[in-house]
């Protein structure tokens, strides 16, 4: 571990499950975490049970006052106001971790003398005992200038995460890229769900019986690439099935029949660059699903 690393005191301004998470992780590889402040009781509670040996402080001040290496881990559209009531000194590191924030809401405490960063893990913190378990070899987004983002890149291998150093203006596009894998996939996921239950299944036994075939998906992809990890109709061009498909989503549930076509022209360009789909069949997919694009209208889903 770093010196540096190893002599900081380390606060949190907020202590919702990024903090959470991300204090339990810095304690377990034997950083001081010395001091949070969060304005609701309860996650200030859950932070303090996780690490006991970091101080509940009564304003956000005090984080501040005791702490070299603060987290302003509070909602997006807040970090701008929190950082600038606070009073920063030339000797503090001011970092947030928002993945689509710009370093910019952190300019009061530059404007002092503080060294200021972004550190955003690319993962779901819905619970952060599981986000902690999974947080190794999870990428973590950093900005930074680069004497400081080489700190950051060693406090983020202290606890076993990847650091991916980012350019200045690219974090919108780098935050929103991440939500394809991450809530955009829950999303997917509930359209197949939805679809199960509409025969009858549940909703547990509709995620027990499709995680194999994620877990599958991810494989095939991480050891073959994007696709040549693609299986299924489109990439055999089975326009029979393609067909059966649409037929059956239009019938009871347009919405999802709209989705189905959308995703599956993204599909076809991999299907001819994985070779399994000949330039004239993709051509027939395309215009099949183009063509009875429109049959889907307005029309709201129930399911």
Known sequence: MSTALAAWKIGFIGAGRVAQTLASAFDRAGLNVAAFYNRGPDAGRLLGSRVPSARPMTHSQGVVDICDLVFLTVSDDAILAVCRDLRWEPRHRVVHCS?????AALDHAKSVGALIGGFH??????????????LRGCTVGIEAEPDFRCDLE??????????????????PLYHASAYYVGPFLIALLKEGVELWKSFGVSEADA???MTPLLRGTVAAVLDGGLANG???????GDVGTILKH?????????????LYRELALRNVPLGVERGTLSAGRAAE?????????????DRAVTV
């Open 99 to 103: 993945g689509a924030t710009e370093l």
């Open 121 to 134: 893990p690319m993962q779901m913190f819905a619970n952060p005992d599981v986000a902690l378990e999974g």
């Open 154 to 171: 060693l406090l983020a291998t202290s606890i076993g995460c990847e650091p991916l150093a980012l350019p200045a203006g690219v974090r």
């Open 207 to 209: 995620l027990r019986a």
């Open 230 to 236: 693609m299986g299924g109709c489109v990439a055999r």
């Open 246 to 258: 649409l037929e059956a989503l239009d019938a009871r549930f347009p919405a999802s029949g709209a």
């Open 285 to 297: 997919i395309e215009n099949l699903l183009l063509r009875t694009q429109g049959r889907t209208g």
